[in-house]
């Protein structure tokens, strides 16, 4: 049986085995890692890597777009008490590639923090060299559970005073706690407060794998 | 010259493919189109109004004051496209004035649908952020999602207008 | 890794542009060639009587994808510095359909009519100016529509490509277009063969 080898014909074979040798051929992460110890200290310097708690809860307020919270503590840890709208990816979750090529495709400001600090900066030197703009909240949850959940009781009770106190109390409620008394001078006393857990937080899908 | 026949689309479609190929190893962009037309059009709406191309965000991201609209890469691609395209015409015999057009309409019909078509292409490539070169041949190289979605729904919409403008090519 | 050439090397404008140039000969070259200067033959592609552009389209996407998986398999060249278009989804499909109608009606796309315009196609000149002026009027139109375009309605999803989508490696992707493009040329020639009149020159 005479086979016609035409041109069109050799092109199509060719085409096939480049097809299937492209098959099994790696593929390389299209998310640039660069690291530029220059530019990191840098925003270390400024202070731009990093933001207070009040800030953060202005930004939450004010429903700032963009804005995703990620809580890199255990889950465990989660579970007992985080952040309003935070989601959590533990620390070893987040530093695995396919999370940060999954999660940060669309530009978002990130805001890390763990109960302290140092957790937080270690990721935040992972995600800015992954070209994340990435923050972290200074003085991690603790920090939070003391400014803003649990606002303290002016000393002298002055008008703006008061009205300052009032407001962090609202502020506080908002974000899930019932306040607490730091400085009781007044005759109130005010039952010690439980530290509510934030409203459930949505736990953001991660999208399909890659 | 004497006019020769186009060459085999596969052949084409081959050195196509190496020039967009090349573009990516030399530039690490690709090829591109409408993005050069759309730079012309805030050239001379900078010259005519400056203020306007300003106070508009979309246009001043082209042209606002101290930005040349004219120094990009594609403007210069363009330019190459037509040298380039020039040159294949008159080795090929087929510089020619005329107007290509389907038997049923008259030439002066054809240009007035070539401005219509034209003006809708304009505005769905700036909606789309590119035409069939920047975004089918370049993106679908690359395989960017959004690419390969835009690319199907042109032929899709081609496809499905074709029907209704018949008249106009055969 | 020497690739891309300009990134790496950090070129200045200047060289950029004469590459651009260069490139651009390359294009206009290889689209005059094949016959994209004539609206005719690109418009006949809807009435499935010459599918040289689905032809050439979709080798050149094919030899070109398959040319970056290769060389980047071989880690010549830095997929990172590569510009690879965002996903706007929506605005994307919807000027995607606006464009395939005046496809329809226009006969060309801008690369294509620049070709036209180089071998004195007296229709290309009235679509280049139709062109011109569609985008002029989406200038005006554009901070109206922004939420669309850019904004909440537009189905932004950033830098995705298809074998990110799918989880999948780029080889993979490479591979099924590839089965899709050989059996779409097949059945090419085949509709061709029926009810062909290819525009020759």
């Not at chain 1, 200290?41 to 930004?59: F, K, N, V």
């Not at chain 1, 809580?71 to 989601?87: C, L, P, Q, T, Y």
């Not at chain 2, 700036?126 to 679908?140: D, I, Q």
């Not at chain 3, 950029?16 to 690109?42: D, P, Q």
């Amino acid at each position: 049986m005479k086979i016609k080898i035409t041109g069109k014909l050799l092109a199509a074979y060719t085409a096939m085995i480049l097809a299937v040798i492209m098959l099994f051929l790696p593929g390389s992460d299209t998310r640039k890692f660069s690291f530029k110890p220059e530019d990191l200290a840098a925003a270390i310097a400024s202070g731009d890597d990093a933001i207070t708690a009040s800030t953060l809860s202005e930004w939450i307020i004010q429903g700032k777009s963009d804005l995703m919270i990620i809580d890199i503590r255990s889950e465990e840890d989660f579970s007992k008490g985080a952040i309003k709208n935070a989601v959590n990816i533990p620390l070893q979750k987040l530093l695995k590639k396919e999370t940060l090529n999954s999660e940060f495709n669309v530009p978002k400001t990130v805001v890390l923090y763990s109960n302290g600090n140092s957790h937080a900066h270690q990721a935040w030197l992972v995600l800015k060299s992954a070209g994340v703009d990435a923050l972290v909240l200074q003085g991690g949850y603790n920090a939070w559970v003391e400014t803003i959940l649990n606002p303290s009781k002016p000393v002298a009770m002055e008008d703006d005073e008061v009205l300052k106190y009032n407001a962090a109390l609202s502020v506080a409620k908002f974000f899930g706690s019932a306040g607490e008394i730091k400085e009781s001078s007044a005759s109130e006393n005010k039952s010690a407060p439980v530290n509510k857990p934030a409203a459930q937080p949505k736990k953001k899908k991660l999208a399909g794998c890659g | 010259m004497e006019k020769k026949n186009y060459i085999s689309p596969y052949l084409g479609g081959v050195l196509l493919g190496l020039v967009l190929l090349l573009s990516f190893i030399i530039s690490g962009r690709g090829l591109g189109a409408s993005g050069a037309m759309m730079k012309f059009v805030v050239a001379i709406e900078k010259f005519l109004a400056q203020g306007h191309v300003d106070s508009n965000p979309y246009l001043a991201h082209y042209g606002a004051t101290g930005i040349n609209p004219f120094n990009d890469w594609l403007v210069f691609e363009i330019l190459g496209v037509i040298a380039g395209a020039f040159l294949s015409g008159l080795i090929g015999g087929r510089i020619k004035k005329e107007t290509n057009r389907g038997p049923q309409i008259s030439d002066k019909q054809r240009w007035i649908y070539a401005v219509i078509g034209g003006a809708l292409f304009g505005f769905g490539a700036r909606l789309a952020r590119g035409c069939t070169s920047g975004v089918a041949l370049s993106g679908g190289a690359t395989l960017a999602l959004g690419s390969w979605v835009t690319m199907l729904c042109i032929f899709a919409g081609a496809y499905g207008l074709a029907y209704f403008v018949r008249k106009l090519w055969i | 890794m020497f690739a891309p050439i300009a990134v790496l090397n950090d070129w200045s404008n200047g060289i950029n542009y004469i590459f651009a140039f260069i490139i651009g000969i390359g294009f206009g070259w290889v689209l005059e060639s094949s016959g994209f200067g004539n609206s005719k033959k690109l418009a006949w592609q809807f009435y499935f009587r010459d599918l040289t552009v689905f032809k050439v389209m979709f080798t050149a996407i094919v030899t070109a994808m398959t040319g970056l998986i290769f060389i980047d398999a071989f880690g010549w060249i830095d997929m990172s510095s590569i510009l690879i278009n965002e996903t706007y989804l929506w605005s994307g499909a919807a000027g995607g359909l606006i464009m395939g109608i005046g496809f329809a009606i226009g006969g060309y796309c801008p690369g294509t009519s620049f070709t036209g315009f180089a071998t004195l196609k007296v229709d290309s000149y009235f679509y280049i100016f139709g062109a011109l002026l569609g985008m002029f009027v989406y200038g005006e139109v554009a901070p109206f529509i922004e939420p669309f375009y850019g904004g909440k309605y537009s189905g932004y999803m950033g830098t995705v490509t298809l074998q990110k989508f799918f989880g999948v490696s780029a080889g993979v992707v490479g591979f099924v277009i590839m089965i899709i493009a050989l059996a779409g040329f097949f059945g090419a020639e085949w509709i061709e063969k029926k009810n062909g009149n290819i525009v020759k020159s």
